[in-house]
């Protein structure tokens, strides 16, 4: 039954499966690498994921108007980043423990208001696959890259975006600055505060718009723990990309087209117990991490650390 994950049509399956499921991991990722270049590791992604799903899906539930289901998650994600950055910035709480919290708000939150406002799974329409003119007629490319909700578009838009913003522009130099010597940024008066601000609600909101993507665009459902681990593994994605954009989307998409994989084999019946094939994708983030461990690759030298004028 092996040879059955070698028919093009199967083949053809999990690349545009795993383009589609890389959209989270991107948005998440990408927006997690801001802050962490700025100096601020944010383990909360997890919960922001969820809350912002939660807010996606039930705006749509009631509204059916996804841009609007959209623009409230972003908004959520912006929330939750503000009081992150509050915590983490302005308190200067030690940033694992905060980011934690974060998470479990998160989950508690997204759980309670489901159960009382929802209360049972219910399926809703979410964004469907736009067919790019042209290219979605492509042999073989055009059903994997071209034939995609918009939400993947704008994710994989987001990489060269954030490689511009971090090194073309003033304020990606100044979100690098005091993630590197902020001691030094502050001798040149920039306000570390407001660029890790800036940089943590600008992280938030992306992983705000990561969660909006499962709950309204790829699953069109909202569950108890929506997410299953994907902003922890956002954040791993971060370390293994090396805080570049580009290497933090070919992460994803190893992390994703392994998911794919291991779904195709479950639906496939390939003989291969389900427990081990769902497990795939996290051995293969484990050997990736020991890989990028071993990699020469300078995190940002403030990571973690709070910044006290005058220290």
């Known amino acids: 039954m092996l040879e059955q994950l070698f028919a093009p049509a199967v083949i053809i399956g999990i690349l545009a499966s795993g383009i589609q499921l890389a959209t989270p991991y991107l948005y998440a990722s990408i927006g997690e690498m801001f802050s962490q270049v700025s100096g601020v590791l944010n383990l909360g992604v997890e919960g922001v994921m969820l809350i912002a799903a939660f807010v996606a899906y039930y705006v ?3 509204t059916s108007n996804l841009i609007l289901a959209l623009a409230l998650a972003a908004l959520a994600g912006a929330l939750m980043g503000l009081l992150t950055a509050f915590l983490s910035v302005t308190l200067k709480a030690e940033q694992g423990i905060s980011g934690i919290g974060i998470y479990l708000f998160g989950l508690g939150l997204s759980d309670l208001l489901f159960l009382v406002l929802v209360g049972t799974p219910t399926a809703i329409r979410g964004f469907p696959e736009l067919d790019l003119p042209v290219l979605s007629s492509m042999p073989v490319l055009g059903p994997i890259l071209f034939s995609q909700n918009i939400l993947v578009y704008f994710a994989f838009a987001c990489v060269p975006l954030a490689w511009f913003v971090l090194n073309k522009t003033t304020l990606g ?15 040149l008066g920039i306000s570390v505060a407001r660029v890790r601000y800036i940089a943590v609600i ?3 909101t992306m992983a705000g718009i990561a969660g909006a993507s499962l709950s309204i665009a790829m699953f069109n459902i909202f569950q108890q723990n929506l997410t299953s681990g994907m902003g922890f593994i956002a ?3 971060v370390y293994f990309g090396g805080w570049r954009p580009f290497r933090v989307m070919l992460g994803a998409l190893l992390f994703s087209m392994v998911n794919a994989l291991q779904l195709w084999i479950q639906t496939l019946g390939i003989g291969l117990p389900s427990d081990i094939a769902g497990m795939l994708p996290y051995i293969l983030t484990i050997i990736a991490l020991i890989f990028a461990a071993r990699q020469i690759v300078t995190q940002p030298t403030a990571l973690t650390k709070p910044f ?3 220290e």
Do not use: F, I, M
């Not at 130099?173 to 001798?187: F, I, M, N, Y």
């Open 60 to 62: 749509a539930l009631k």
């Open 173 to 187: 130099l100044k979100v690098r600055a005091v993630g590197q010597t902020p001691e030094a940024a502050d001798s």
């Open 202 to 204: 600008v992280a938030a």
């Open 235 to 237: 954040v791993a994605l």
């Open 308 to 310: 006290e004028r005058g």
